[in-house]
């Protein structure tokens, strides 16, 4: 893939300042990262190459407990604490910064700030609160406001005539006009939980590296040698720096962000509970496929050899047995190498205004209820009535489609699947009933929809080389726009909040951890003498233990 990063044969090590708590507001000044960390009330100064971090406030520590968004000036360096903007005056020593004054208030807003960035005598602003970019002079006089993309609380910075936002519950970074505060475009951030960003011009390709800061916590186990057991399960905060690489593609209305090049392999253990023979057996599990987002270097069968079946470009691993029985062991599957991206995509309301119909073959394969999905149930039919309202553009139909699952739903994990009446009617689901209930909704609408699946690459952040085992398997969904193509959309993760607003950050979007296969085709079946093996009798589960691991080999140069 052809990326227009802003590398050129270099890869970026990540900043991990290890002193830090939070990270609410970085940016790059005399080839030094400054960054606040408001819980502890430091302004560090961190080396981009190493790491290494000094605390430069040391006097007045306090005076920045609190300290939201950053940004320099000349001589000056300004943040934001609740709803008041400070100042200092600077100077640099040797590329050490030195505060020579106190912070001192410049103005006050209505409501807590989270961010601030300048462009010459214009300071910009973000506010949770009420949703906007409030833009003020350096005295403090109102000039304009934007619209803030995103629902949660936001950082930004300048670069040009360009805006750029990073949100921390969108998982997302937005690009926009500074003059007209229009969104140009955005990307997905490779992990969770961004908080700043800022860009570092670096001398040797002669652009500009967009790093992004992210601060949350993770779990960890403790040896604790007084408790009984020794170990416990803790948290502890977390953060780092890390590039962010993308490409903008124009003419397929994408963006695409880091990639990381995974090792996937999925194998059965047979290892039946009863015993049971089988004539002629074919054990078929479907392989990955490739679409925008996911390219395959190679994938190779594990412990047998299986066919290659192609059905519409999906491939599918045939595995036989002529005589199978419960008295013998067997190890099978398949093991693939893949590039994975983030993907987003930038379809607009306005580009589905003149659609054409949909084609009679995919009204026929899309639009009807083939997996239980309970369509001409009352319960389903009323839904569907109510959750379209009166919307009659597409995407603005499947986006309010989307909103009402997630105002009807919660997620919880059942032992089995029901129908999506039942799970209408009860209100809790498990990602596979998230998606029942919206393929049943988007068909009644007239939206082609399909199941996507299957798992999830573990959300260990940069753990390379290190076997990592997902806890379950994963189902996401595809909506059709004729024209215009399949487009992603996830099930039930975006689903944060009863009652919204929902991030969009998976409504036409996914991350590099999703790895796309069974499209359009069942992800595991068997058949025994041509005839498939009824599932109410034996189930796969009865007869293997599936194993999955994954590998994150290595982050992907642009």
């Known amino acids: 893939m052809n990326f227009n990063s802003h590398t050129k044969n270099q890869f970026y090590s ?13 940016a790059f000044k005399n080839k030094s990262l400054f960054a606040v960390d408001s819980r502890n009330g430091y302004l560090l100064q961190i080396n981009p190459h190493n790491s290494i971090t000094k605390i430069v406030n040391n006097s007045c520590w306090q005076d920045f407990i609190g300290a939201k968004g950053l940004c320099f000036s000349e001589n000056e360096l300004w943040f934001t604490c609740r ?21 001192q208030f410049v103005f006050s807003i209505s409501y807590p700030a989270n961010g601030i960035a300048l462009h010459e005598n214009t300071v910009y602003i973000t506010c949770e609160k009420t949703a906007q970019i409030l833009v003020y002079s350096k005295a403090g006089e109102v000039v304009t406001k934007f619209y803030a993309p995103g629902i949660g609380t936001e950082n930004i910075t300048i670069k040009g005539e360009e805006i750029w936002l990073c949100d921390y519950l969108e998982q997302s970074v937005y690009c926009l006009d500074r003059a007209t505060g229009k969104s140009k475009y955005s990307l997905l951030t490779p992990f969770e939980y961004p908080t700043a960003l800022s860009f570092y011009d670096d001398d040797k390709s002669g652009e500009d590296l967009l790093y992004i800061a992210y601060s949350d916590q993770e779990p960890y186990i403790r040896d604790n040698p007084n408790a009984e057991p020794n170990h416990e399960l803790l948290y502890r905060d977390r953060t780092f720096i890390h590039p962010l690489y993308f490409k903008y593609d124009q003419e397929n209305k994408y963006t695409l962000s880091n990639g990381f090049l995974l090792e996937m392999t999925y194998l059965e253990e047979i290892a039946p509970l009863d015993s049971i023979e089988f004539k002629d057996l074919e054990w078929r599990i479907a392989l990955p496929t490739e679409s925008d987002r996911q390219k395959i270097r190679s994938i190779e069968p594990v412990g047998l050899p299986y066919i290659e079946e192609d059905y519409n470009g999906q491939k599918v691993a045939l595995f036989k047995f002529c005589d199978f029985n419960s008295d013998e062991r067997f190890v099978f599957g398949w093991r693939a190498i893949l590039e994975v991206w983030s993907i987003k995509y930038q379809i607009k309301p306005r580009d589905c205004e003149s659609l054409p119909p949909l084609s009679a073959e995919y009204e026929t394969k899309y639009l009807i209820d083939n997996d239980n999905l309970a369509m001409s149930t009352d319960v389903i039919l009323s839904g569907a009535e109510e959750a379209r309202g009166t919307e009659t553009n597409l995407l603005r139909k499947m986006y309010s489609i989307r909103n009402y699952v997630y105002d009807h739903l919660t997620y919880g994990i059942k032992p089995h699947i029901d129908t999506p009446d039942i799970v209408l009617k009860r209100g809790v689901g498990s990602c596979g009933e998230y998606l029942g209930l ?3 909704l988007g068909r009644l609408n007239g939206i082609a929809c399909r199941t996507v699946g299957r798992y999830k690459c573990p959300l260990k952040v940069l753990n390379f080389g290190i076997p990592l085992v997902p806890d379950f398997n994963h189902v996401w969904m595809e909506f059709y726009l004729p024209t215009i193509g399949w487009l992603p959309m996830e099930s039930n993760p975006d ?3 009863d009652g919204g607003p929902y991030p969009t950050r998976f409504f036409m979007g996914l991350s590099w951890y999703h790895v796309e296969m069974a499209k359009d ?24 233990i599936n194993h999955v691991s994954f590998t994150i080999l290595e982050e992907l140069q642009p």
């Open 83 to 103: 709803e008041r903007i400070y100042v200092c005056n600077i100077v640099f020593d040797n590329d050490e910064l030195k505060i020579v004054s106190p912070p």
């Open 14 to 26: 990540t900043i991990r300042p290890i002193i830090a708590t939070s990270l609410d507001g970085i």
């Open 438 to 440: 919206l393929l049943a």
């Open 495 to 497: 689903d944060l909040d």
């Open 521 to 544: 085709v069942p992800f595991e079946t068997l058949m025994s003498e041509g005839n498939p093996v009824n599932k109410e009798k034996v189930s796969i589960g009865q007869l293997a």
